[in-house]
């Protein structure tokens, strides 16, 4: 689960990076160069950047468990609760649980659902 929580945790910086990846170019470009200046094709290069390999599969699993999670009743409280603990490290599990307003065993229940969530959408299927 080690690794499944570290996904989580660059899961941040995999979302501004890919952002950065698909930001289009806002200045022109000038050369002295014949044909060094003309124009790009930027909507076609945006679209083709991105992350690599290893790290889109990252940012995907955990994009997949937070749009799952979304669809939930509880959504807001659970996503606030891994904002805390993994995003903004504010605080640990149960600090972050009395602060949803929660028990410190849905807390753990919450967090392993969404680790074995990530999990699986990584790839990782235990044998059951």
Same mark, same amino acid.
């Given at each position: 689960m080690?690794?499944?929580r570290w996904?989580?945790?660059?899961?941040?910086?995999?979302? &501004?990076?890919? +952002?950065?990846l698909?930001a289009?170019?806002?200045?022109? #470009?000038?050369?002295?160069?014949p +044909?060094g200046?003309g124009?790009?094709?930027?909507t %076609?290069?945006v679209?083709i950047r991105?992350?690599?390999?290893d %790290? &889109?599969?990252e /940012?995907?699993?955990?994009r997949?468990? !937070?749009?799952?999670m979304?669809?939930?009743s =509880?959504?807001k =409280? #659970?996503l606030? $609760?891994i904002?805390?603990?993994?995003?903004d490290?504010s605080?640990? $599990?149960y600090?972050?649980?009395?602060?949803v307003?929660?028990s410190?065993a849905?807390?753990k229940?919450w967090n392993?659902?969404f !680790?074995?969530?990530? +999990?699986w959408? /990584?790839?990782w299927h235990? %044998?059951k």
């Amino acid at each position: 689960m080690g690794f499944v929580r570290w996904m989580v945790r660059a899961f941040p910086a995999r979302a &501004q990076a890919l +952002g950065d990846l698909h930001a289009m170019k806002m200045t022109a #470009r000038y050369s002295m160069e014949p +044909g060094g200046g003309g124009p790009e094709r930027t909507t %076609e290069a945006v679209a083709i950047r991105q992350l690599p390999e290893d %790290e &889109q599969k990252e /940012y995907d699993a955990v994009r997949t468990a !937070l749009e799952r999670m979304a669809a939930r009743s =509880d959504a807001k =409280d #659970r996503l606030r $609760l891994i904002r805390m603990v993994y995003w903004d490290r504010s605080c640990g $599990l149960y600090a972050a649980a009395r602060k949803v307003g929660i028990s410190e065993a849905t807390a753990k229940r919450w967090n392993g659902s969404f !680790l074995r969530d990530v +999990g699986w959408n /990584y790839g990782w299927h235990p %044998e059951k």
